[in-house]
């Protein structure tokens, strides 16, 4: 191929790729596509946590409870709590606690979600709520529950109702997630309600507000991202500067099942080493083996240690005179005629019957102690040989 072709062919292709390129940014763009993915294990168990989160990205400082038992004790004037299921196993000093600290300055979220058991029209006794004199709006009150009246109420659409909070200049738009109505009581109104005044209230208490609602989901995960849901709960979050307490219902857990809960990795192998511990302890085989006793050192060392110790405190006199004597008494039983013989002769007889020499005989028989150790050992030697020839 020529050089005029190969250039022409380059030209070709270039321009191929320059039109393929904005053909490509002409028609093509980017669109994201959607996953679907469970929520995380700490959604699921704690259905606040994005209220929590949305908070604390507020710049609010928050407090995460498992349950609102015990919380009363831990919470300042100037808090916030968001306990929207307080259950009837809740015990009643710990409600007039949390509403004397209502009325100290405290801000109580919370919602009705307990109906008497016989009639579901009647709220549940509750000494929290019971102050306000709320109760179920029923079919037969006037208006109760018609979709017009929500309308010329003021809300925007069907489903949705609004209402203006404190520090709010606009009203915000909420969906209806409740599913009984309530009625506040013409003795006690409350200080600000939605739009329709029937799902939620305000009331001031002493220097606190509590906040009533009828529903325990507004603020959940999925409700938290619906129309001004999140707005709601930033505005009921700030009535209070101090931190903002977020209770789940229920009982609280024992501290075993926390333990599980949080460590339950630990948990197994503390078990997994417990089982081997006692299995190691446990089992045997055959008879158990006598204890082994300890070891003895032999009879020589022992003897050999005390004359030793006896040498080294000048006791060379009482171990010869120990030795005579056990050979003068083997003579006496041998021999008895020879006992009162005079030590001369006795020497000299021994020596003439055992064939041992005189001299030899009468230093370890007669003569005096000496300090040489070989004068020493050669004396107890010939008592010795003397003592195994009788």
């Known amino acids: 191929m020529s050089r005029v072709l190969r250039w022409i062919a380059a030209a070709l292709l270039l321009a191929l790729v320059a039109y393929g390129s904005w053909w490509w940014a002409g028609n093509m763009e980017r669109q994201?596509?959607?996953?679907?993915?469970l929520p995380q294990r700490a959604a699921l168990e704690n259905p606040l946590l994005a209220a929590e989160r949305y908070l604390q990205r507020r710049g609010l400082q928050t407090v995460a409870e498992e349950s609102v038992h015990g919380v009363a004790a831990q919470l300042h004037p100037h808090d916030t709590l968001l306990a929207l299921q307080i259950n009837d196993d809740l015990p009643l000093a710990e409600q007039q606690a949390l509403l004397g600290w209502v009325r100290r300055g405290g801000v109580l979220v919370t919602s009705i979600t307990l109906y008497d058991e016989e009639d579901d029209e009647v709220l549940a006794e509750n000494a929290i709520v019971a102050p306000l004199q709320l109760r179920v709006r029923s079919d037969d009150d006037e208006g109760a529950g018609k979709p017009g009246d929500v309308a010329a109420s003021g809300a925007t659409a069907a489903g949705t109702l609004q209402l203006t909070p404190p520090g709010s200049a606009y009203p915000l738009t909420l969906t209806e997630l409740g599913y009984k109505r309530l009625a506040p009581a013409a003795a006690v109104p409350p200080a600000w309600q939605d739009s329709t005044g029937q799902q939620m209230f305000a009331y001031r208490m002493g220097q606190g507000w509590l906040?009533?609602?009828?529903?325990?989901?507004?603020?959940?995960?999925?409700?938290?991202?619906?129309?001004?849901?999140?707005?709601?709960?930033?505005?009921?979050?700030?009535?209070?500067p101090g931190k903002v307490w977020l209770a789940r219902g229920g009982t609280p857990k024992v501290w075993y099942a926390r333990l599980w809960h949080m460590w339950p990795q630990a948990v197994l192998m503390l078990a997994l080493l417990l089982a081997l511990l006692?299995?190691?302890?446990?089992?045997?085989?055959?008879?158990?083996?006598?204890?082994?006793?300890?070891?003895?050192?032999?009879?020589?060392?022992?003897?050999?240690?005390?004359?030793?110790w006896?040498?080294?405190?000048?006791?060379?006199a009482a171990l010869l005179q120990a030795a005579r004597r056990s050979t003068l008494a083997l003579i006496a039983t041998r021999v008895p005629e020879w006992s009162r013989l005079p030590p001369d002769e006795l020497a000299r007889r021994l020596a003439t019957r055992y064939d041992l020499p005189q001299a030899d005989i009468d230093a370890a028989l007669n003569q005096a102690r000496s300090d040489q150790p070989a004068a020493f050992t050669a004396a107890v030697a010939t008592l010795q040989t003397l003592r195994n020839k009788l």
């Open 32 to 37: 994201p596509d959607w996953v679907f993915r």
């Open 310 to 316: 006896a040498w080294r405190h000048d006791g060379r």
């Open 278 to 308: 006692l299995w190691n302890n446990g089992v045997r085989f055959g008879p158990l083996l006598p204890q082994a006793a300890p070891p003895r050192r032999a009879l020589l060392e022992h003897i050999r240690a005390s004359a030793r």
């Open 211 to 240: 906040v009533v609602l009828n529903n325990s989901r507004l603020f959940d995960r999925h409700a938290l991202a619906q129309r001004d849901h999140a707005e709601f709960l930033w505005r009921l979050a700030t009535l209070n």
